[in-house]
């Protein structure tokens, strides 16, 4: 970055207040943040030394006016304070969060591994879970994308964006904002969703590697930050397992497991995606790995429609698939939707089941956080048993490594591989 560049967010970027808020909260919220819970909700607070702006540091007391932890404070979220620090008194400045960004760096070593086929897409920093509550930090090649969940972040931006210039080199930082963030423009200081804050604007896609693989990201317009890159380490297993296979990729989107199907031997995949735009890039994927035999080798079938139906439609056309992946978007947004949502994924597991070869592996995912990783694998196993078709040889993976998980509540992603 040019240091114009930083000094132009700094100068236009408000600051943080010189004084902090001092907080204190009821004796459970007391005790969930002595156990090292990154959240405190505004419901929580029972004294507050004074009203403060997004970014001010807030400091939460004991009942014996004792420090507890040090965080972000946000008027805008009921979740009122992110804690930054618990423990010790500590001075939240560029020196911290340098700190902070350079021990996650530190846990992404392995893709450095030169003996390892090359990944430079990955998640470098993982929000709470590396002592960035409600930031994200995705690297796709050469270009970072900074996601942030709430405007206490901006007053620390120029901080965040110089830290990042020192642990990852890279060409363009892009920025990502929340939906709720961007429902409140008076809190954004002219930033906006999608902008390069610094580096060479960007035209299009861009191109990265995972395990050897080019892959198309879409970091200014794209779900997430462009890709999903937590299903990494389950779509390496489902190229482990699909040599000469006829293989069923639900919830496509722009083809991860598709391509990585299609390296592993597929004889066939067929992808469905409610999404032509996803669609197509999974065209592009499939060409962007030609060189590889297999891959160019591989019949790939695109069904552009709701996958219900989809599913639903080949079972009458008793098609059959020796595996099927299912990884749909995030069915319970909250707690009240759980119930609906297991009913949905027990539907899911049948049509999947109807489809799939007897012997042949079922692969199927959920990313909803309010759903726990066991209810979820009790669903689909008992759905698979009242379908007739119980579950064996059974494997469930959680998260990989650059998705760490070091607060309760902050895993959401759990799959499950089985044969039936
Ligand atoms: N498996 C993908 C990520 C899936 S994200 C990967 O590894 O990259 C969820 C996808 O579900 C999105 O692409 C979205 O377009 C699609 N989707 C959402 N609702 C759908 C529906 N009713 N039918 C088919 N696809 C749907």
Known sequence: ??????????????????????????????????????????????????????????????????????????????????????????????????????????KRKVFADPARPITDGYRLVNGESDGFPGLVVDRYADTLVA?????????????????????RPHERLVLRLNRAMQKTP???????????????????????????????????????????????????????????????NVFSYTGGFTVYAARGGALSVTSVDISAPAMDATDRNLALNKSDRNVARCRHDSVVQDAFA?????????????????????????????????????????????????????VQASCSNRVPAETFFQAVEDAARGFRRPLTDIRCTGHAVDHPVAFEGGSYLKCIFARA
Do not use: C
């Open 186 to 248: 008076e809190f954004l200081h002219g930033l906006q969703d999608g902008q390069i804050l610094h580096g060479r604007e960007l035209s299009g896609p861009v191109v990265f590697h995972e395990n050897g693989l080019r892959f198309e990201a879409e970091p200014v317009v794209g779900q997430k930050t462009g890709f999903f890159l937590d299903q990494r380490d389950n779509r390496a297993r489902v190229e482990a397992i699909s040599r000469d296979q006829d293989v069923l």
């Open 1 to 106: 970055m040019s240091k114009a560049i930083f000094e132009d967010l700094a100068r236009t970027l408000p600051a943080p207040g010189a004084k902090r808020i001092s907080l204190r909260v009821v004796p459970q919220a007391e005790r969930s943040i002595r156990q090292g819970h990154p959240w405190l909700y505004s419901n929580s607070i029972e004294e507050q030394g004074h009203e403060g702006a997004p970014g001010d540091f807030g400091v939460v007391f004991d009942r014996k006016r004792r420090f507890l932890a040090i965080g972000l404070y946000d008027p805008t979220s009921p979740i009122r304070l992110r804690v930054l620090h618990h423990g010790d008194p500590v001075k939240i400045d560029d020196a911290f969060f340098a700190s902070r960004l350079a021990a996650a760096a530190e």
């Open 310 to 362: 989809a599913l639903e439609e080949m079972a009458s056309q008793e098609r059959r698939f020796g595996v099927v992946i299912l990884d749909p978007p995030m069915f319970a947004q909250s707690s009240a939707q759980v119930g609906a949502a297991l009913s949905n994924y027990q539907r899911l597991t049948r049509l999947g089941l109807e489809l799939l070869e007897p012997g042949g592996t079922l």
């Open 147 to 167: 996601k942030l969940y709430t405007p206490a972040w901006i007053p620390h931006l120029a901080s965040i964006v110089a830290g990042l210039r020192a642990v």
